[in-house]
């Protein structure tokens, strides 16, 4: 460690926000170091969770794999994976016609691998790679709360992320931890400099779910960002990457256009089929009306509760100087959860991968630890003690879609 008095100038990051300071970074680029502890106990959470969800079944007398496997979304995917595109409409009481194509098709594709390679169900195969992706994905948020603020905070982040009232969906067969990890580790190259990755990981994450896009708008912006920043010549990988962002998620909506005869409009036309667009936010204020009107039992009020709590963490994420990759990606999901129609208790699902959103509240919880770990703890426990039950009631016993 260098005893020169001479103040040197901090190196600039890639993702840094214009005219912003972050702290600076961990020394070593090899991996973070104390992601063990942080990833026992994200393990040891969602098992919780899991075992709550196990024992609400058991008291409704219902299967648990199906109950996981099987459920809502998830049985489109499996359908898709041993059937392929094209085999499966529904049409609705009101005499929409739903298809599978607004289904993007990475998580299937890697369902019928895994069923080609192995014995396994369709089912059992899909909550496989769904309950290895989270792993991946929580040592993805782990990597990159290491990275910006140090283990500390790092570990407070994984942890939050794995309380969430709907972090439960990350041990069911839905795209989320797929999506996730895609993100969390094309983010963390974004930090790191490494724009081929980011662009190859947004990509695939833009072919896992339809608010992929998310991904790429932050790493293409990043690069935009950095070339700007840059004096001189832009090394050929940063466009490269900034381009091979959105390609994923592009690809599937042309395809879905193509085959619908409208390019450009026929994947949109579908996702309208399922009450899934863009409105401004017009669907979110009919459903606060109705809420207010005649109310929601439990789950549509806690899926407001989520949705006014992400709006506030997004701006006290903006207010941390966050790096703009993150603050982008986060941006772009919570700008469609608010602008989007569709059924509000799905709204809380679609914020689950934006863990940069926990970036304030891990700090300040890492803050509480050293001082006031009883303190500390006493807040996480009283999380879980919520949020793991409720991730039981939403996954076996609530009728509301996911």
């Given at each position: 460690?260098?005893?020169?008095?001479?103040?040197?100038?901090e190196?600039?990051?890639?993702?840094?926000?214009?005219?912003?300071?972050?702290?600076?970074?961990?020394?070593?680029?090899?991996?973070?170091?104390?992601?063990?502890?942080?990833?026992?106990?994200?393990?040891a959470?969602?098992?919780?969770?899991?075992?709550a969800?196990?024992?609400?079944?058991?008291?409704?007398?219902?299967?648990?794999?199906?109950n996981?496997?099987?459920?809502?979304?998830?049985?489109?995917?499996?359908?898709?994976?041993?059937?392929?595109?094209?085999?499966?409409?529904?049409?609705?009481?009101?005499?929409?016609?739903?298809t599978?194509?607004?289904?993007?098709?990475?998580?299937?594709?890697?369902?019928?691998?895994?069923?080609?390679?192995?014995p396994?169900?369709?089912?059992?195969?899909?909550?496989?790679?769904?309950?290895?992706?989270?792993?991946?994905?929580?040592?993805?948020?782990?990597?990159?709360?290491?990275?910006?603020?140090?283990?500390?905070?790092a570990?407070?982040?994984?942890?939050?992320?794995?309380?969430l009232?709907?972090?439960?969906?990350?041990?069911?067969?839905?795209?989320?931890?797929?999506?996730?990890?895609?993100?969390?580790?094309?983010?963390?190259?974004?930090?790191?400099?490494?724009?081929?990755?980011?662009?190859?990981?947004?990509?695939?994450?833009?072919?896992?779910?339809?608010?992929g896009?998310?991904?790429?708008?932050?790493?293409?912006?990043?690069?935009g960002?950095?070339?700007?920043?840059?004096?001189?010549?832009?090394p050929?990988r940063?466009?490269?990457?900034?381009?091979?962002a959105?390609?994923?998620?592009?690809?599937?909506?042309?395809?879905?256009?193509?085959?619908?005869?409208?390019?450009?409009?026929?994947?949109?036309?579908?996702?309208?089929?399922?009450e899934?667009?863009?409105?401004?936010?017009?669907?979110?204020?009919?459903?606060?009306?109705?809420?207010?009107?005649?109310?929601g039992?439990?789950?549509?009020?806690?899926?407001?509760?989520?949705?006014?709590?992400?709006?506030?963490?997004?701006?006290?994420?903006?207010?941390?100087?966050?790096?703009?990759?993150?603050?982008?990606?986060?941006g772009?999901?919570?700008?469609?959860?608010?602008?989007?129609?569709?059924?509000?208790?799905?709204?809380?699902?679609f914020?689950?991968?934006?863990?940069?959103?926990?970036?304030?509240?891990?700090?300040?919880?890492?803050?509480?630890?050293?001082?006031?770990?009883?303190?500390a703890?006493?807040?996480y426990?009283?999380?879980?003690?919520?949020?793991?039950?409720?991730?039981?009631?939403?996954?076996?016993?609530?009728?509301?879609?996911?």
């Open positions: 460690m260098s005893t020169s008095s001479v103040p040197r100038p190196p600039t990051a890639p993702s840094g926000l214009p005219g912003r300071s972050r702290p600076p970074r961990p020394a070593g680029s090899g991996p973070p170091q104390g992601a063990l502890p942080a990833l026992a106990l994200f393990l959470v969602r098992l919780a969770g899991l075992l969800v196990i024992v609400t079944n058991e008291l409704r007398g219902q299967p648990l794999v199906r996981l496997a099987h459920s809502w979304d998830s049985r489109w995917y499996l359908h898709i994976a041993t059937h392929g595109y094209g085999h499966l409409i529904w049409i609705t009481p009101k005499g929409t016609v739903q599978d194509w607004a289904f993007f098709p990475l998580y299937p594709a890697l369902i019928r691998a895994l069923t080609a390679a192995s396994l169900t369709p089912g059992r195969a899909a909550l496989l790679i769904a309950w290895t992706a989270a792993g991946v994905a929580a040592y993805g948020v782990y990597a990159i709360g290491h990275r910006l603020y140090g283990p500390g905070p570990t407070a982040l994984v942890a939050l992320w794995a309380v009232p709907h972090a439960v969906e990350l041990t069911i067969a839905y795209t989320e931890s797929l999506f996730a990890a895609l993100a969390a580790w094309s983010l963390h190259a974004v930090l790191r400099g490494r724009w081929l990755w980011a662009g190859t990981l947004a990509a695939l994450a833009g072919l896992s779910r339809p608010s896009f998310a991904v790429a708008v932050a790493v293409s912006l990043a690069a960002h950095q070339a700007l920043r840059q004096r001189g010549r832009v050929a940063l466009w490269a990457g900034a381009i091979l959105p390609l994923g998620w592009l690809g599937h909506v042309l395809w879905v256009g193509s085959r619908t005869g409208d390019l450009l409009g026929g994947y949109f036309t579908v996702q309208s089929a399922w899934s667009r863009f409105d401004f936010g017009a669907g979110s204020l009919r459903f606060l009306r109705a809420l207010f009107l005649y109310g039992g439990v789950v549509y009020p806690v899926a407001l509760v989520i949705v006014a709590a992400g709006l506030l963490l997004f701006a006290l994420l903006c207010l941390d100087r966050a790096p703009l990759a993150l603050v982008v990606f986060s772009v999901l919570v700008l469609l959860v608010i602008g989007g129609s569709g059924s509000f208790s799905s709204k809380p699902r914020l689950l991968p934006a863990f940069p959103l926990l970036i304030p509240m891990a700090r300040a919880l890492a803050r509480t630890w050293r001082p006031r770990p009883a303190q703890a006493a807040v426990g009283a999380l879980a003690v919520v949020s793991l039950p409720f991730g039981a009631y939403v996954t076996a016993v609530a009728h509301s879609p996911l």
